[in-house]
Every structure is written in structure tokens, then in C-alpha cells.
């Protein structure tokens, strides 16, 4: 079996013994074809995992006992990262959701920029959901990031929450301008604790100008991440990275197992 961890939401320590629910059960029986006495592992989408013991296959059903609650290193990331998109074609944005999972972005807004040659609908939202479980389980961690979508750019930016406490940065990554890079901002904020950042990436075909000076007067910063023009999904590994590096999880060496 390659993959033995999947979301099921109403698990808990008194759940005991209980068939899982379809579609998940079917797959498990017909596709993994997984087998009686074999464990699993089942994220509840609040934060927990749950080891459980497959105790029976019958029909297409597969019944499951509780063991226990599973410890392990907390891969949440120390800083509250909000990633907003400028939709882009379906193969791009899947990259995009999986790869912004793998890199611990807690939100993703999505929204129709002005060069976007898509809208966003819940049929996608769903999509992206189940990439972002799979992504979830694949690289450990135990919540699914929340995904929000705006019809467009002015309804992304008046959805950015005012933060009065502080620490909360906001940047878009511009291209083909010079301008400060990743390490200028870090610079330039090195005296504040910066627990939460919104990064904004443009569409394939890059941000029209009157979008940027929303991005500047809504708080975002420009930054650029070099002088070549990367495609979305080279961009948002590169601006995540950059980030966490910075301000996040990806600066010092892992503590624990
Ligand atoms: N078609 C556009 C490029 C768009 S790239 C053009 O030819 O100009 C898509 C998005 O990735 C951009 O809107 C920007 O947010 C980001 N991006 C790509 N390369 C970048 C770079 N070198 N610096 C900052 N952002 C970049």
C-alpha cells in the first residue's frame, strides 16, 4: 500500500470500532486493497491523527478500530503564511495548491486577477481540496490549508484582515521590475517579530499595472525574485521558500523527529 493516510472527519477517541465511510472505504478495499489487521492512519481535519486497525473488509466496507492518538513533530508552520493566486489554467493551479500544501501555507485565496482566463468556482475549490488533503498526508502534516475564493482582486484585498497587533507583513512578487528582493525585505523588517505574512502571486500572464498600485496602496510590497520571469509554479516554490526561510520554518534545522 503506498498511501495510508486519509481525512475522515468524525473520528474521535470514542469512535471505537466503526465502518469507514464511502467513497473512502471502496478505495481502500478496491484500489489500495488494503487488508484486515493492517493499520492506518486517519486525520480528523482538526489538528489530529488517529492509528487505526483495519478489522474488516465485507462489501466493499471497511470497518476500522480506534487504537490511539498518534504523537509526532508538530510540521505546522511557526508563521501564519496566506497565499493569494491570480487563477491560472487548471494543470498550473494544481501544481500550485500542492506545492504551496508541501511548503506550509496555512490559506490560499484564489481570485480572477485581470489576465486570469479562468473564474474560480466551488467545482475547482473541491478539486483543490482533495489535492491539498493528499498533499497533507504526503508531506505530514495534519491540516489541510483553508481555501477561500474571491471573484477578483478588489474583493481578495478587502478580505486581507487589518491586523492592529502588528507583525504581519504583506508583499506581492512582481515581475519584470527591479526591485527588492526577499533578503531587502528582511532587511528592512529585521526589527519586527513577524508572525504572519500574505504573499500575492500574479497569472500566467503577470499583473496589469493598475493591479499593482492596488497591491502598494492596499500595504503590499513588491518584491522580485530575480531577473528571470518564472512560471507560476517555479514562483510560488520560490516566493514560499523564501519566506519560510526568512520569517518561517525552512531557517533553522528541524528539533525533534
Ligand atoms: N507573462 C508574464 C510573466 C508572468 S509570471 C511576463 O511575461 O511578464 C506569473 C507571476 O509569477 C507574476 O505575476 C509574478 O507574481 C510571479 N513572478 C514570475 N517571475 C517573477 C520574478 N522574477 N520576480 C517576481 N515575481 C515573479
Redesign the pocket.
Known sequence: MTRSCFFVSEISQDSGEFDLPQPLSRQLDSVLRVRAGETIELLDGRGEAWECLITAIRRGSVRVRVIGKLDGPARESNLSVTLGV?IARPDTMDLIVRQATELGVGRLAVFRAARSQYGPAEKKKERWGKIASEAVCQCGRRLPPEIILFEDLAHFLAGCEADPAGGSLRI?????EPGAGPKNLAERWKNAAISRVTA????????ESPECSALIDAGFEP??????????ET?VVA?ISSIQLLWGDMGEGLSGG
Not at 172 to 176: G, M, S
Not at 200 to 207: K, Q, R, S, T
Not at 223 to 232: A, F, T
Open positions: 491570480g506581492f512578487a512582481r515581475e519584470r500575492a502571486l500574479g497569472p500566467e500572464g503577470g499583473w518584491v522580485s525574485l530575480g531577473p528571470r520571469i518564472l512560471r507560476m514562483a516566493l
